[in-house]
């Protein structure tokens, strides 16, 4: 019996039925392997996150403490350094302590001391005049220049007697201070390519000082020099009457003669015309002390060593040529 287009009808309704619910669960079961695999990607994703993460943190630490150690070992440094220098500034100070107790000791500060060997005091300047004054009125004479220098008088002060003609300025200080002192306030005397000149007054005859204890005497020259040992002056002044005598000779440009400049412990000095020694002085006393030519370079410039070491002998003055032992000889 053919079957009835109702019964057709439900059973297609059923089928259709069926395949909505199967398209139902594939969507539910593909939806549910999408999330799945999605939440799976994140969770990869946190874990690599969070182990570039801890990675990264632990690389900065490590960093953090490599430099935190640098810069431990710099902070260490640097307090060793300080710790030399605090060193160091200690010792120079007990050094300079030491140079100014030693120089405070040394003999040559007496002005009356004439060891002929002595080292040459660059701290202080004499003062010498050709008669006897009173120490009051050298001091007053001297005050009024360095005060004019803008130093004041803390940083000097005069040695030497009551009554005399030879003192000694002092400067004060560590001694290379001093030294520097000594010779910037000398050159304040040098003013237009000329030396001024210092006067003071002579102490007044025993006749004056009768009738007025405070009288002033005459007016005189306040000679101030640089300190120089004895042999040095020896040394230098017998090598100037080298000089004034090769000037003499004529054949000789003056421009074109020198002196070379002794050193503390050497005991010679050379008289050169242009870059050739043509003389030389020597003396370790004042009893031991000669002069000797280079003959040869004598005659390139046309001098005769005989003539000139005459001319020589002619300059010295009688005093020092009975002192001095004069031995000629040549090179």
Same mark, same amino acid.
């Given at each position: ?17 069926? +395949? ?5 669960k594939?969507?539910? *079961? ?24 801890? &990675? ?20 260490? &440094? ?7 220098i ?41 003062a010498?005049?050709? =008669?006897?004054?009173? *120490? ?15 130093l004041? $008088? ?11 003609? &030879?003192? !000694?300025?002092k %400067?004060?200080?560590?001694? =290379? ?9 000398? %050159?304040?005397?040098?003013?237009? =390519? ?16 009768? =009738? ?23 040394? +230098?002044r ?17 421009? $074109? ?13 050379? !008289?050169m ?31 005769? *060593? ?15 040529a ?6 000629? %000889?040549? %090179?």
């Open positions: 019996m053919p079957e009835s287009q109702d019964n057709k009808r439900g059973r297609t309704e059923q089928g259709g039925d069926s +395949k909505e619910r199967e398209m139902e594939f969507m539910e *079961k593909y939806t549910k392997d999408i999330i799945d695999r999605v939440d799976a990607s994140h969770a990869d994703l946190r874990t690599g996150i969070a182990k570039d993460v801890a &990675r990264n943190c632990a690389a900065l630490d490590m960093r953090l403490t490599r430099n935190e150690e640098k810069t431990q070992q710099h902070a260490d &440094r640097i307090d060793d350094h300080e710790r030399r605090r060193a160091l500034e200690a010792a120079q100070k007990k050094t300079e302590a030491d140079i100014l107790q030693a120089k405070q000791e040394v003999t040559h500060y007496s002005i009356d001391n004439d060891n002929f060997t002595r080292a040459t005091d660059f701290t202080i300047l004499k010498n005049t050709n =008669g006897k004054c009173r *120490k009051q009125q050298i001091k007053e004479t001297v005050e009024k220049w360095i005060t004019g220098t803008g004041p $008088n803390s940083a000097w002060k005069l040695e030497g007697p009551e009554v005399g003609n &030879r003192w !000694v300025i %400067f004060m200080g560590v001694p =290379g201070m001093a030294a520097r002192t000594a010779k910037t306030t000398n %050159f304040t005397l040098f003013v237009d =390519g000329k030396w001024s000149k210092l006067f003071t007054k002579l102490m007044p005859s025993e006749e004056r000082l009768e =009738g007025d204890p405070e009288a002033e005497g005459e007016e005189t020259q306040l000679y101030i020099n640089p300190d120089e040992s004895p042999q040095h002056g020896l040394l +230098k017998k090598a100037k009457r080298v000089v004034k005598a090769l000037k003499g000779m004529g054949t000789v440009d003056k421009h $074109n003669i020198t002196i070379t400049r002794p050193k503390d412990g050497e005991k010679d000095i050379f !008289v015309v242009g870059s050739k020694i043509v003389a030389t002085v020597e003396a370790t006393s004042y009893e031991d002390a000669r002069t000797g030519y280079d003959e040869q370079a004598l005659l390139t410039y046309g001098v005769v *060593k005989s003539t000139l070491m005459e001319a020589v002998l002619s300059d010295e003055p009688p005093n020092l009975t002192k001095v032992a004069e031995a000629q %000889f040549s %090179f």
